[in-house]
C-alpha cells in the first residue's frame, strides 16, 4: 500500500513537471522521496531524484528571471518591509517568479522570513526562493536559510559594474559579485544588467554552498553514510546538480551490492 502510495506520488509529480507546473512537481516528488528514503527504497531514490532535480532546477532558474531583491540592513523592520515589497512585485511580475536576499543578523529572523517566502511559494504555486545575507562588522556573507552561519557563507562584492560578473572557482575563493541592495525586475530596461549580474552569481552562488558545505564536514567513504551526507546537502541548496546526480549513483552502486 506504501509503495503504491509512492509511486502514485511521483507518477502525478511527473505529469505536473511535464505540464510546467513545478512547484506543485516538486511537493509531490519530495513527498515520494521522503517515503523511499524512510523506507530505505534504493531503487524508487535512484529513480526519483532525476525529475526531483528538474523541478527544483526549474524553480531556480525561474525564481532568478523574475524579480530580484537584495536587502539593504540587518535591520528587522526593514527587511521585514522589503519582504512584502518583494513578494508583491513578484505577483505584479507575468510569471509571479523571484528570489530575495534577506538581510539578517539573527538565526531566528532569518529562518522566519526565508520560511515565509517557502510558504507563500507553495500556498500560489510560484516559483519564489530566499537566501540570507549576513553582516559581520560591515563584511557580507550570502548564505542558505539551511545553514545560517558567517563560516558558512560565500563573501560578498556589491558593484554598479554591468561588466562584473562572477568567476566560478574552488567555493574557498569564490566572490560572489552583487547589485547594490534593491530591487531588480528583469522588465525595468534601466536594470538589465544589474538583474544579469545578480542571475549570473546566484546561480553559481546557490550551488557553490552546498559544496563547501560537503567540504566543511566531511566523512567517511562508505556509500550508505555517503548517501545521508549528500542528501543533507541538498538542505543547503536542493538543486544542486552535482549532489543529486551522486545521490543517484550511490543508489545505483548499492543496488548492484545486494
Known amino acids: ?7 502514485r506520488l511521483w507518477e502525478l509529480g511527473q505529469q505536473h513537471l511535464a505540464a510546467g507546473r513545478y ?7 519530495e513527498s515520494a ?7 530505505r527504497n534504493l531503487q524508487a531514490l535512484a529513480r526519483l531524484y532525476l525529475p526531483l532535480l528538474e523541478a527544483r532546477r526549474q524553480i531556480r532558474h525561474n525564481a532568478v ?10 535591520n528587522p523592520d526593514r527587511t521585514a518591509r522589503e519582504l512584502k515589497e518583494f513578494l508583491h512585485q513578484a505577483e505584479r511580475n507575468e510569471s509571479g517568479a523571484g528570489i530575495i536576499l534577506l538581510a539578517c543578523n539573527k538565526l531566528h529572523s532569518a529562518c522566519k522570513l526565508a520560511g515565509s517566502v517557502a510558504y507563500e511559494s507553495r500556498r500560489i504555486g510560484r ?3 530566499a537566501l540570507i545575507l549576513l553582516d559581520h562588522h560591515g563584511e557580507w556573507r550570502i548564505t542558505s536559510p539551511a545553514d545560517v552561519t558567517f563560516a558558512a557563507g560565500l563573501p560578498v562584492r556589491f558593484t ?5 560578473h562572477i568567476v566560478p572557482t574552488d ?4 566572490i560572489v559579485p552583487l547589485p547594490p541592495p534593491g530591487l531588480y525586475d528583469p522588465r525595468d530596461a534601466k536594470a538589465q544588467g544589474l538583474h544579469a549580474i545578480a542571475r549570473e552569481s546566484l546561480l553559481i552562488a546557490t550551488e557553490a554552498l552546498a559544496l563547501k558545505w560537503q567540504s566543511r564536514h566531511p566523512i567517511r567513504p562508505q556509500a550508505d553514510e555517503e548517501l545521508a551526507w549528500c542528501r543533507l546537502a541538498l538542505r543547503i541548496d ?3 546538480e552535482p549532489v543529486a546526480m551522486r545521490i543517484i549513483a550511490l543508489c545505483e552502486a548499492l543496488l548492484r551490492q545486494r
Open 1 to 7: 500500500m506504501r509503495e503504491a502510495y509512492l509511486y
Open 23 to 29: 512547484v506543485t512537481a516538486r511537493q509531490l516528488l
Open 33 to 39: 522521496e521522503q517515503i523511499a528514503w524512510r523506507d
Open 65 to 74: 528571471d523574475g524579480v530580484i531583491a537584495i536587502g539593504h540592513e540587518a
Open 127 to 129: 516559483p519564489l526562493e
Open 160 to 164: 554598479s559594474d554591468i561588466n562584473d
Open 171 to 174: 567555493v574557498d575563493k569564490l
Open 238 to 240: 536542493p538543486a544542486c
